[in-house]
């Protein structure tokens, strides 16, 4: 077994040695040449100015803020009607659990048949339940909302470079249809040309 290894030590050593440094020099690729005086001009386009990674950055601390990074002022109050929306319902279901959850507590204290709401015993642990679920379940809902607008700034972001071709056309043109089992029917195409 030591045999085996010191003979693939050697040859290891050896290939290491194979390897020749690189006796041509390196040769820029750059041939143009410029005159004195004259000035190089960039262009920049549109897209340059748009950074994918600006916009999720910017998202990603103050939402909407990439949307606002991407010149899509008008998804801003979508994105923030989203996150009021969720931030609502997380409030508003977290108050009634904790209400039902109370009322729960003082019925199995005081021994009573009925909360102050009129609920008994079952009842009052289904709301506590249902409450406790449902926002759980707007607090996932909020936390997708805030990832797609994330992804939504990002993909925005990389969309700006993308150019239509001004040949591309969809028409929606009224048509009709002769069927031989059916008869005649009408209805609207949707016609898309390249």
Known sequence: MQRIAFVIFLFLCAAAHAQNPDSLRSI?????????????ITIE??????????AILYAAILPGSG??????????PLVYGGFATGIFFIDFYQARYLKFKN???????????????????????????????????FTI??????????????????????DLNPQLQVRIEPM???????????????????
């Open 45 to 54: 386009t549109y897209a340059d100015r748009f950074n994918p990674r600006k």
């Open 67 to 76: 949307q606002i990074y991407n010149k899509k002022y008008w998804k801003v």
């Open 103 to 137: 009322e729960l507590f003082q019925i199995l204290e005081d021994d009573i048949e009925r909360s102050v709401s009129g609920f008994n015993e079952s009842q009052l642990r289904n709301i506590v339940s249902k409450s406790k679920r449902e926002r759980d379940f």
């Open 28 to 40: 820029s690729s750059d041939t143009l040449r410029l005159e004195r005086g004259k000035r190089v």
């Open 176 to 194: 009709m249809e002769s069927n031989p089992m059916t008869g005649r029917s009408t209805g609207l195409a949707l016609k898309l040309k390249f």
């Open 141 to 162: 809902v909020t936390g997708f909302w805030y990832i797609l607008q994330l992804v939504d700034a990002h993909v925005d972001a990389h969309l700006k470079e993308f």
